[in-house]
T-cell receptor
Framework: QKEVEQDPGPLSVPEGAIVSLNCTYS??????FMWYRQYSRKGPELLMY????GNKEDGRFTAQVDKSSKYISLFIRDSQPSDSATYLC????????????FGSGTRLSIRP | ETGVTQSPTHLIKTRGQQVTLRCSSQ?????VSWYQQALGQGPQFIFQ???????GRGNFPPRFSGLQFPNYSSELNVNALELDDSALYLC?????????????FGSGTQLSVL
């Protein structure tokens, strides 16, 4: 079993829809949770960084962490074609960025 | 402020050869991490360098080695290339002296081993 599981998709939604992306994990020691966006032929770009359970909002993006269920989510409101990319969840035990564990990524397509 | 730059962008090698990939870290960052991303997979941690010393290593064999220079740029060396080494190699820089260290990635080097 992988430490971090993520549905690879692809996920296709119409422009303006609310998108929900999810990851589950098995290591209860994870404390820091991240979401990265990766466009084709580019490196991952940090979108959200959260610590502990709860919600964090940044513009159209909301990150949610449920440590009791070992489940994290990223919600995208008012989705745009420019949001089409692969979304990677990532997590680590310490605030140090050593050995961040990534999910396999979900490919998202927003239809105009 | 300059971002993370990697060179070359693409590389084709044959099995058994050796390769060196290069990374310039973002201005003000003292730490470089290297990741391997196979097609359709998430990045996998290879190792990290902090102030020229190795600061953690993932599950990769010793033929994967690295260096960090006084200006905090870095190299990843892979010896005796195997077909399975074909992947996107990502470099990320960060400032380990800050709380909640965050990684900033370059665009990667696409390595093909034939």
């Amino acid at each position: 079993q992988k430490e971090v599981e993520q549905d690879p998709g692809p996920l296709s939604v119409p422009e303006g829809a609310i998108v929900s992306l999810n990851c589950t994990y098995s290591n209860s020691a994870f404390q820091y949770f991240m979401w990265y966006r990766q466009y084709s032929r580019k490196g991952p770009e940090l979108l959200m960084y959260t610590y502990s359970s709860g919600n964090k909002e940044d513009g159209r993006f909301t990150a949610q962490v449920d440590k009791s269920s070992k489940y994290i989510s990223l919600f995208i409101r008012d989705s745009q074609p420019s949001d089409s990319a692969t979304y990677l969840c990532a997590m680590t035990i310490y605030s140090s960025a050593s050995k961040i564990i990534f999910g396999s990524g979900t490919r998202l397509s927003i239809r105009p | 402020e300059t971002g993370v730059t990697q060179s070359p962008t693409h590389l084709i090698k044959t099995r058994g050869q050796q390769v060196t990939l290069r990374c310039s870290s973002q201005s003000g960052h003292n730490t470089v991490s290297w990741y391997q991303q196979a097609l359709g997979q998430g990045p996998q941690f290879i190792f990290q360098y902090y102030r020229e010393e190795e600061n953690g290593r993932g599950n990769f064999p010793p033929r994967f080695s690295g260096l960090q220079f006084p200006n905090y740029s870095s190299e990843l060396n892979v010896n005796a290339l195997e077909l399975d080494d074909s992947a996107l190699y990502l470099c990320a820089s960060s400032d380990k002296d800050r709380a909640k260290e965050k990684l900033f990635f370059g665009s990667g080097t696409q390595l093909s081993v034939l």
